[in-house]
Structures are given as C-alpha cells and as structure tokens.
T-cell receptor
Framework: DAKTTQPTSMDCAEGRAANLPCNHSTISGNEYVYWYRQIHSQGPQYIIHGLKNNETNEMASLIITEDRKSSTLILPHATLRDTAVYYCIVRVANSGGSNYKLTFGKGTLLTVNP | NAGVTQTPKFQVLKTGQSMTLQCAQDMNHEYMSWYRQDPGMGLRLIHYSVGAGITDQGEVPNGYNVSRSTTEDFPLRLLSAAPSQTSVYFC????????????FGSGTQLSVL
C-alpha cells in the first residue's frame, strides 16, 4: 500500500470548514483513498473513500487532485464533536489475497475550538 | 442494531494469566479482525478472518490465538499474558474481505502487570 503523509495537528474554529490534507505521491492506479477518524477513547469510524472523482456524503467531502498524488478531506461546518484524529489511508479495494488490512498511520489531530 | 460489541471494556491481568477478549457483530459481516493500538504506533493488525472457520495472521500475531466458529463471533485469546500486551484492543468487521468500510467496536483496554 502507498504511504501517506499528514500534518500532525490542525486547529479549526467551530462552524468553519476544516480542510485536512493528505499526500500520497506513490499511489497506484488501483488504490483508493480512505478516510477514518478516531474520537478519543473510541474505535475508528469510517468517513469516506474515493478513487479519482470527488466524493461527498453526509459526513464530509473528499477532493482528490487530478494526478491523485494528494487529497483533502473537508468537513464543511466543523463542530466540537469533530475533534478527533483523522487517518488518511491508501489501499486497493475489494481485493483478495493479503490485502485485507488497513494500515493506520499516526493521522492528524484536528482540534475544533469554540 | 448493536454493530460490533466488545467485552470487557477494561481488564487488568497478571503476567502469565490467560483471558479471552470477546467480539460479536450482528451485521452478518464475513470479515472480522483484531487490532491493537499503542501510543505512537497507530493500529496494528493482529489476526483476521474472512469467514467462519477461516483465520489468518496479521502483522503482530505472536502471543494471540483466534478462532471463528460462527459468523457473529471472533474471540481473541491471550494464552499467557505479558506486559508487552498492555494495549487497547479493537475488533472490526466489514461485509466482505477487502471491503471498503470497516466497523469498529469501542475497544478493550488491557493492562498486564
């Protein structure tokens, strides 16, 4: 799986958009970008994933650059409950063999301030 | 639906003791897995299962055993606990192996003295 690079921490004001960047310059053509988050003392929670098109769901939007070497997770109106560690993960989806695991790095600690 | 349920939430063991961490899911997911999370280390895969009767090792399997006799349950056994196994343990499941959306339990915090 391709390696990802994320900032260690970010701050955001409540009600504003939070834009979390992720670099994955060695991504392969069949690898998806996944985002999970982990609120303190809880298990990770799936947010969104995409291949090359931008994606949006009820939680967030995912913007992937045309060359797919980086992406941005956008929380449009951050709340205090969005304070968490956000993980950007790159892996092949729906593959057999040994590609069952998600490799979680250290992620970005997003702190939403009142 | 309860989702993924882990018990116990907290556990303290003495070195050499054995115990089983329980994990159950009610979503009829084929794939289940166990991770451990240590400070500064991210989540590391211990064991996983792609269906009842099938298990395999992840990155850090030593000291842990698993079995999958039913689709719903995937217990993790520590046969002889060691202080190095002090960690937070998460169970996760998804509809199918390689599926994009993993559902995680709330974790078990284990301390081995």
């Amino acid at each position: 799986d391709a390696k990802t690079t994320q900032p260690t921490s970010m701050d955001c004001a409540e009600g504003r958009a939070a834009n979390l960047p992720c670099n994955h310059s060695t991504i392969s053509g069949n690898e998806y970008v996944y985002w999970y988050r982990q609120i303190h003392s809880q298990g990770p929670q799936y947010i969104i994933h995409g291949l090359k098109n931008n994606e949006t769901n009820e939680m967030a939007s995912l913007i992937i650059t045309e060359d797919r070497k980086s992406s941005t997770l956008i929380l449009p109106h951050a709340t205090l409950r969005d304070t968490a560690v956000y993980y950007c993960i790159v892996r092949v989806a729906n593959s057999g063999g040994s590609n069952y695991k998600l490799t979680f790095g250290k992620g970005t600690l997003l702190t939403v301030n009142p | 639906n309860a989702g993924v349920t882990q018990t116990p939430k907290f556990q303290v063991l003495k070195t050499g003791q054995s115990m089983t961490l329980q994990c159950a899911q009610d979503m009829n997911h084929e794939y289940m897995s166990w991770y451990r999370q240590d400070p500064g280390m991210g989540l590391r895969l211990i064991h996983y299962s792609v269906g009842a009767g099938i298990t395999d090792q992840g990155e850090v399997p030593n000291g842990y055993n698993v079995s999958r006799s039913t689709t719903e349950d995937f217990p993790l056994r520590l046969l002889s606990a060691a202080p190095s196994q002090t960690s937070v343990y998460f169970c996760a499941s998804s509809y199918e192996a390689g599926g994009e959306k993993l559902f995680f339990g709330s974790g078990t915090q284990l301390s081995v003295l």
